[in-house]
């Protein structure tokens, strides 16, 4: 094993240990903020289902690079989880719950400045919409999970200590499902990247079961995230479950399955998938950070009760901690990434070229983009983003939908179908008519993806995109997936 | 074995329930043998029977201290209730003083016999009366704060009810004594005991009084 990766796989197991330091509080934190579970037990049954939510459902996801995915090269990657990781590791110390993946986010957009890439304008909307939408989806979910639950007691009457024994038990049970959704869901932020340089081979145990290389990965980001859990978590739970303002347990629940809810309906593209194909209507999907709605379903509860028990300077430094948290991220991503490109002499990104061949031009104008203009710019190879969309622009006008598309089809990658280490592939994942198809493709060189994607989709219908339709969606993301998967195990690397 | 813990916390749940529930009923139990026994006392003096049901309710305070040191160290050695657990508590412990009230008055009547005149007689069965209903009720609001908070101020209300009816009748006992011929040390004999008796309703009315602000918080 190479001591780099070794190095580079640290930063990505500190920013799984402030995950589990900053997002643990979001499924426990009201529990033992209320004091109805101990902050050992949770941290214990967290643990646990964190565990098992990223070795088992979290390998589902080994093929995607998370959100990292977009960084192309191993220390630019190290510098990117290394930043998002201090600064939740910061939030986290003055106790304040922040959004992981909105600190990632930061980062990577620090990346981009710093390598010139393009940053996508809709994941900075996207970030704010988060800031405003969830917390108030949160909090109306939780007014009226709180007003039919208490419609409920009143019916049922249940005595004090009972409730108090089913409370504690359902607090455990949300917490423990909280858990494994984000073992599963934020697994591949943590180790995603480190996927193609995992440093492990696969071992049996007790001949029973095996492990993958990428199973121990994860297990070990898993664990980092178990160590945050344990050592740093307690802060951020006390402001969640307490400091924001006085709770009773059943509130409590309340809270952690608005959270839930709110992640559930509006953040799952399997319920989407499942609406749309039995015919009924969808529900728009909003991008939604678990921390924020956290904090959403207990500034609602506290505003049902009129709002005087809200401490609302803490919920203005939460707010600000929010805004900073992805802007923090992405100045220390880009200020240590000029020092570990100059100073420690490492490769934070490689460059993307970009070029107006002729089939790009062809396929620019298949796209509906206009061409004609670009007629002078036809062969030149440029550097960055950046510096294409210039030279684009200056010739016609895009919207950032065209700048979109344009990048893409004109993103040089230059691909070659190795037959030697063909059979390397995940032929689990990939069916077997869409191996086949790789397999017709042994020795072809491409210089584009759109190119691959192309002549795959005409030889086998399984690599067929299908029409772009709520249903279709996620056929299509899976696509979308594989293809990325081919491109990055037979891109010819220089 | 987590299963066995979940049962096994569900099962010391309901042992925990059932003390409470106990430790309610012997209140109202306590009641009862307190207006027996002063009903003998007036009747026969500091009889038998008397003495009888002043060991009975010896026996009912001592279960009742028993009940509450129990469900006391149960709440706070499983944490229970957490944000609940200090008024629980304090509750138990004013409900407690109720009892300990009725068993000390019937010491002190067995101490010092008070000489009751027959005319005052039944001012005195009145009073105790009050004072017994009126410590029933607030002991139906304490049972309604661990299973039907609604009803806690309807009973709630009732104490207060039943607190100015027996400072009513313990005014109007005391204007009939000193209004009597008796000898001044007898009429301030009599007036003691009358205000002893009425101070349980005036401790019974603040158990509710404390017993609707916990409802307010466990409202929340």
């Known amino acids: 094993m190479e001591l780099s990766v070794l190095l580079f796989l640290t930063s990505g197991l500190f920013l799984g240990w402030s995950l589990g330091a900053n997002d643990a509080a979001n499924v426990f934190g009201t529990a033992v903020g209320t004091r109805m579970v101990r902050f050992g037990t949770a941290a214990v049954v967290c643990s646990i289902f964190v565990v098992l939510g990223a070795v088992i459902s979290g390998s589902g996801a080994a093929h995607t690079l998370g959100q990292l995915g977009s960084v192309n090269a191993i220390a630019g990657s190290f510098m990117v989880a290394l930043a998002a990781g201090l600064s939740v590791y910061l939030m986290t110390k003055w106790g304040l719950p922040v959004s992981t993946s909105q600190a990632i986010v930061g980062a990577i957009i620090g990346w981009n400045l710093f390598t010139e890439s393009v940053t996508d304008s809709d994941t900075l909307l996207k970030i704010v919409a988060t800031w405003i939408a969830c917390p108030i989806l949160a909090g109306f979910f939780a007014i009226i999970l709180m007003k039919i639950v208490k419609a409920f007691f009143q019916v049922i009457k249940l005595h004090l200590l009972r409730l108090d024994a089913y409370t504690r038990f359902a607090l455990i049970f949300a917490g423990a499902f909280g858990s494994y959704s984000l073992g599963a869901n934020n697994i591949a932020n943590v180790m995603g990247v480190f996927v193609d340089v995992s440093p492990f081979t696969d071992f049996q145990i007790a001949g029973l079961l095996t492990l993958s290389s990428v199973e121990q990965l994860f297990l070990l980001g898993a664990i980092a995230i178990a160590v945050g859990v344990f050592t740093y978590s307690k802060r951020v739970m006390f402001t969640v479950g307490a400091g924001l303002m006085p709770m009773s347990p059943v509130a409590a629940w309340v809270v952690v399955i608005a959270h839930s809810i709110v992640l559930f309906v509006f953040a799952s593209e399997g319920l989407e998938h499942l609406l749309a194909s039995g015919g009924l209507p969808t529900i728009p999907l909003v991008p939604v950070s678990s921390s924020q709605a956290v904090v959403g379903g207990v500034i609602g509860l506290g505003l049902m009760r009129g709002g005087k028990d809200i401490d609302w300077k803490l919920v203005g430094n939460i707010g600000l901690g929010w805004i900073t948290t992805p802007l923090m991220s992405a100045l220390v991503c880009f200020v240590c990434l000029f020092f570990v490109q100059n100073v420690f002499d490492q490769r934070v990104y490689r460059e993307v070229h970009y070029v107006l061949s002729e089939p790009v031009l062809e396929k620019l104008g298949e796209r509906g983009l206009v061409t004609e203009d670009l007629a002078g710019l036809k062969d030149t190879e440029y550097r960055s983003a950046r510096e294409f969309l210039d030279a684009f622009q200056r010739n016609t006008f895009l919207t950032s939908q065209d700048e979109k598309r344009a990048l893409r089809i004109a993103e040089l990658r230059p691909i070659e179908i190795d037959s030697e280490t063909m059979d390397g592939l995940d032929q689990d994942w990939l069916s077997p008519e869409q191996f086949a198809a790789v397999k017709r493709l042994a020795g072809v060189r491409f210089d584009h993806v759109w190119q691959l994607e192309r002549i795959l989709a005409s030889i086998s219908p399984d690599w067929h995109r299908m029409e772009n339709t709520t249903v279709n969606k996620l056929h299509n993301k899976e696509l979308e997936r594989k293809i990325q998967y081919l491109v990055r195990y037979f891109e010819i690397r220089e | ?220």
Not at chain 2, 74 to 93: G, K, S
Not at chain 2, 103 to 109: N, P, S, T
Not at chain 2, 157 to 175: G, N, V, Y
């Open chain 2, 1 to 220: 074995m987590y299963f066995q813990k979940v049962t096994s916390l569900f099962g010391r749940t309901r042992a925990l329930e059932s003390q409470v529930d106990e430790f309610l009923d012997k209140v109202t139990e306590a009641g009862l043998v307190f207006s027996r026994a002063v009903r003998v006392y007036l009747q026969h003096g500091a009889c038998a029977d008397f003495d009888a049901f002043l060991t009975q309710e010896s026996t009912i305070e001592g279960r009742e201290d028993v009940l509450r040191r129990s469900i006391e160290v149960e709440l706070y050695a499983r944490t229970l209730i957490p944000d609940l657990r200090a008024d629980v508590l304090r509750l138990l412990e004013d409900i407690d003083s109720l009892v300990n009230a009725y068993e000390g008055h019937l010491f002190r009547i067995s101490i010092q016999q008070p000489d009751v005149p027959e005319e005052f007689h039944q001012g005195f069965l009145d009073l105790t009366e009050t004072v017994v209903t009126c410590v029933d009720s607030v002991v139906l609001a304490a049972r309604s704060f661990f299973r039907d908070i609604e009803s806690v101020r309807d009973h709630a209300s009732k104490t207060m009810f039943f607190e100015s009816e027996a400072d009513k009748i313990s005014t109007k006992l005391q204007r009939g004594i000193f209004a009597s011929e008796l000898p001044l040390q007898r009429k301030i004999h009599l007036r003691y005991f009358v205000e002893r008796i009425d101070d349980v309703a005036n401790k019974a009315e603040d158990v509710a009084d404390s017993l609707q602000i916990y409802t307010i918080k466990r409202k929340i």
